[in-house]
């Protein structure tokens, strides 16, 4: 199973504008900018995004989890906080905090908790913050027509 999104940017870092598209359509030439990102503007930003997709990724995987186990939530609502912070000439996301609140029935504090700490590890997108990271370029000069392929 694959899923695509798709970035566009146009200009400088400061002054340029992007736009996310997700395959699905629930992102739809969704504007971000470098004051979407490092200020208060009204946009999204890829943390912001990540921290979304972790989140939905933990609460769905302690959801299976459950099942398997013979319980069935009533509600879990997860919340994830994505800290980015300045290395060197750039950024970095130090962390994902993961904040759930649960309603499960029938469920002793302990089992719960062992078997929320599983779904965390073993959460694809927590796998991923720790992966090995590819990069196919295709590039296109502006100038002149050329174009190189690396």
Known sequence: MDRKATAVWKGNIQNGKGELTTESGALRNTPYTFNT???SELGTNPEELIGAAHAG?????LSGALMKKGFTADRLE??????VQKEGEGFT?????LKLIAEVPDIDSKTF???A?????GCPVSKLLKANITLDVEFRSSQRGASATT
């Not at 997860?78 to 800290?83: G, H, K, L, N």
């Not at 996301?93 to 905090?97: E, P, Q, R």
């Not at 700490?117 to 590890?121: G, I, R, T």
């Open 117 to 121: 700490e599983e779904a965390k590890s």
């Open 37 to 39: 990102r490092f200020g």
């Open 93 to 97: 996301i130090t962390s994902s905090k």
């Open 78 to 83: 997860t919340s994830a906080v994505v800290t």
């Open 57 to 61: 990724c933990f609460t769905m995987a």
């Open 113 to 115: 908790q062992t078997i």
